[in-house]
């Protein structure tokens, strides 16, 4: 019994050692993409918020937007400016 009880214990901290590597390999891919979006020029900008919530549509639509504006530390309402500035850019308006 004694045997059981310390593997469930070891189970449960590889989970929340896991968890621990998960969140912070998170934060530096948030870092990166913040840094990387700060570098960019006006239409840089824009195509890349496009291809990133191309990406987190595909996975769910739903608030993909949102996460994408999280993502790099603005607002959901630029997220949908740089949206409309590429689609305008496409059409050469």
């Known amino acids: 019994m004694a045997t059981v009880v310390q593997g469930f214990k070891m189970t449960t901290e590889a989970i929340q050692d896991l968890r621990v590597q998960q969140a912070s390999l998170e934060q530096r891919l948030q870092q990166q993409a913040r840094a990387a979006y700060q570098g960019m020029t006006g239409s840089g900008k824009s195509r890349y918020a496009e291809e990133l919530v191309k990406i987190e549509?595909?996975?769910?639509?739903?608030?993909?937007?949102?996460?994408?504006?999280?993502?790099?530390?603005?607002?959901?309402?630029?997220?949908?400016?740089?949206?409309?500035?590429?689609?305008?850019?496409?059409n050469g308006k």
């Open 57 to 90: 549509s595909e996975q769910n639509p739903r608030g993909a937007q949102a996460r994408v504006a999280e993502t790099l530390g603005v607002t959901p309402g630029r997220i949908t400016q740089l949206l409309k500035s590429e689609k305008n850019r496409k």
